[in-house]
């Protein structure tokens, strides 16, 4: 267990985070605040969008971050904490998929994680978020342990991170189509006529006409996915 512990806070200092705070509250009731408009340098593992199209979901395991984005004007307008169980000393999180029910009112997010508290557990991990109150509940998925070993999923997990850097910070371990395809596809809007990219820190939305938006920064159909626009505090500005 020792090693496995040691292993994990490295994963963690790598991507410099610090080890989450242990059951981490969700909050009960929504209440009016300031939303910070930044996006960590990791990127985003999964998203979702509502059923009418106007919001995204998108979540982070590494950040153990999850927001909501006003699709047209491409600006977080809320942020909440994934929570570790209680008692653990070390939840490390990858995210697989995330799905919001079709009266929009379950957030579904699945993925799976080492920990370790009393033993060490590999296991699947579901959140439940109720989004009218932003309540985030660990629910059990039906089926929870995972048949692998710890050094298996800190592989998987490494190689995660790995294709995280490639896209979104410019790594160059792999080739960058290499590095998509090895993360969890991203959907489509509700009518299918929006494609959701992985660009900048973030995400950018592709039309049916080829154009890629990011909140008002319109790029050509030939651009990669990954064009000369960056995220800055959620603000998104054009370079030359």
Same mark, same amino acid.
């Given at each position: 267990?020792?090693?496995?512990?040691?292993?994990?806070?490295?994963?963690? =200092?790598?991507?410099?985070?610090?080890?989450?705070?242990?059951?981490?509250?969700?909050?009960?009731?929504?209440?009016?605040?300031?939303?910070?408009?930044?996006?960590?340098?990791?990127?985003?593992?999964?998203?979702?969008?509502?059923?009418?199209?106007?919001?995204?979901?998108?979540?982070?395991?590494?950040?153990?971050?999850?927001?909501?984005?006003?699709?047209?004007?491409?600006?977080?307008?809320?942020?909440?904490?994934?929570?570790?169980?209680?008692?653990?000393?070390?939840?490390?999180?990858?995210?697989?998929?995330?799905?919001?029910?079709?009266?929009? =009112?379950?957030?579904?997010?699945?993925?799976?994680?080492?920990?370790?508290?009393?033993?060490?557990?590999?296991?699947?991990?579901?959140?439940?978020?109720?989004?009218?109150?932003?309540?985030?509940?660990?629910?059990?998925?039906?089926?929870?342990?995972?048949?692998?070993?710890?050094?298996?999923?800190?592989?998987?997990?490494?190689?995660?991170?790995?294709?995280?850097?490639?896209?979104?910070?410019?790594?160059?371990?792999?080739?960058?189509?290499?590095?998509?395809?090895?993360?969890?596809?991203?959907?489509?809007?509700?009518?299918?006529?929006?494609?959701?990219?992985?660009?900048?820190?973030?995400? =950018?939305?592709?039309?049916?006409?080829?154009?890629?938006?990011?909140?008002?920064?319109?790029?050509?159909?030939?651009?990669?996915?990954?064009?000369?626009?960056?995220?800055?505090?959620?603000?998104?500005?054009?370079?030359?």
């Amino acid at each position: 267990m020792p090693g496995l512990l040691t292993l994990c806070v490295r994963v963690l =200092a790598i991507m410099g985070l610090a080890v989450p705070a242990l059951g981490q509250p969700a909050g009960d009731a929504v209440q009016p605040r300031i939303i910070v408009q930044s996006v960590t340098d990791g990127g985003i593992d999964v998203a979702a969008w509502t059923p009418d199209g106007r919001f995204i979901w998108t979540a982070s395991g590494m950040a153990r971050e999850l927001l909501l984005w006003d699709a047209a004007q491409g600006v977080i307008i809320d942020r909440l904490r994934l929570p570790s169980p209680p008692g653990r000393a070390v939840d490390l999180l990858r995210l697989q998929g995330m799905a919001v029910s079709a009266d929009g =009112a379950i957030l579904t997010i699945d993925g799976d994680t080492t920990g370790v508290g009393d033993e060490v557990i590999i296991a699947r991990r579901r959140y439940r978020v109720m989004l009218a109150s932003r309540r985030i509940d660990i629910v059990d998925p039906p089926v929870a342990r995972l048949d692998i070993s710890p050094a298996d999923w800190i592989g998987g997990l490494t190689a995660r991170i790995e294709a995280l850097s490639v896209v979104y910070a410019g790594g160059t371990k792999i080739p960058l189509a290499q590095a998509l395809a090895a993360l969890p596809a991203l959907p489509r809007s509700p009518d299918g006529r929006t494609e959701l990219l992985r660009a900048g820190t973030g995400f =950018a939305l592709r039309g049916g006409n080829g154009v890629i938006r990011r909140h008002g920064c319109a790029i050509s159909a030939s651009a990669s996915p990954m064009p000369n626009c960056r995220l800055m505090n959620a603000i998104w500005r054009c370079w030359a």
